[in-house]
């Protein structure tokens, strides 16, 4: 970890906006999680690294209901969003994944317009009652996500026609249309070259000042570089939480420790 810059980044705030407690996850018959209790801050970018296999994904997917999707899976335990069970049956999962966006490894924008992908979330969710209020969230998605200078022009182009830094921002934008509270990344930056994961890490910097993010990454660099506070898992547990300057420099468990100077991984 030498060749890491670990800048000092205060977390703006303590406030929690996700609870999880005792979350364990089955798939079948494998206990793939254990015991998570955390807590995810408001306006802050939390990452999740760890060795492959060790749950991070699946953690993450426990956070807006993706496991749902997945017929094998069960999820126990309880995870609060500002307080409300998300895991109630009264909970809508369609309308609580507009609250908790998510944004994939492999940039997957929809085979349909720029303009299109971005304004679909909030037409399903009917957040736009005429043209214009649309129009003006596909605006200010895209210029949050980066890319307005870059796609104004052609808003009919379809998105799949996009380099895949560009795909990557759009599925961003995408996410954020809905005026989500949390962002969830699973490996944002995995397909793209140097130049646009910058880009892309540089947007999850400016994106906590209005969301709280959730990222899973395989990069400690990266890690370090965007998040304030990292969560190591190893083995289905959650082995260390806290600050990010703190699980780089000042480990408090070997295991963590092992993981951060590569003897483990
Ligand atoms: N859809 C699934 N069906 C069955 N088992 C799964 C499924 N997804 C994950 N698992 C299992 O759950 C465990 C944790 O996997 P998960 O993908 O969450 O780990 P990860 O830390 O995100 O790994 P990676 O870094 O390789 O993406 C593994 O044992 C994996 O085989």
């Given amino acids: 970890m030498n060749d890491m810059r670990l800048l000092e980044r205060a977390v703006d705030t303590q406030v929690n906006k996700i609870t999880a407690r005792k979350v364990q996850v089955y798939y079948g018959q494998n206990h793939a999680l254990k015991d998570v209790d955390v807590d995810i801050l408001d306006k802050t970018v939390t990452a999740f690294i760890g060795p492959s296999g060790c749950g991070k994904s699946t953690f993450l997917r426990c956070l807006n209901r993706m496991n749902d999707t997945i017929a094998v899976c069960r999820v126990e335990g309880r995870i609060d969003l500002e307080g409300e069970d998300i895991y109630d049956p009264r909970v809508d999962p ?37 043209k214009a209020d649309l129009d003006e969230i596909v605006e200010s998605s895209l210029r949050k996500a980066a890319l307005w200078n870059e796609v104004k022009d052609r808003l009919d182009a379809p998105g799949t026609g996009l380099s895949g830094g560009q795909q990557q921002r759009l599925c961003i934008a995408r996410a954020i249309a809905t005026s989500p509270e949390v962002l969830l990344m699973d490996e944002p930056c995995s397909a793209l070259d140097p130049i646009a994961t910058a880009q892309v890490e540089e947007l999850i910097d400016e994106l906590r000042s209005q969301f709280s993010v959730v990222i899973v990454t395989h990069s400690m660099q990266q890690a370090a570089r965007v998040s304030q506070r990292t969560a190591f898992f190893h083995l289905g547990s959650l082995v260390e939480y806290g600050e990010t300057g703190q699980i780089f420099t000042n480990p408090k468990d070997p295991r963590t420790e092992s993981y951060i100077t590569g003897r483990i991984g």
């Fill in 94 to 130: 369609v309308q609580l994944r507009a609250k908790v966006g998510m944004v994939f490894q492999k940039p997957n924008p929809f085979p349909k317009s720029i303009y299109d992908n971005v304004a679909y979330g909030p037409k399903i969710h009917g957040l736009a009652r005429k």
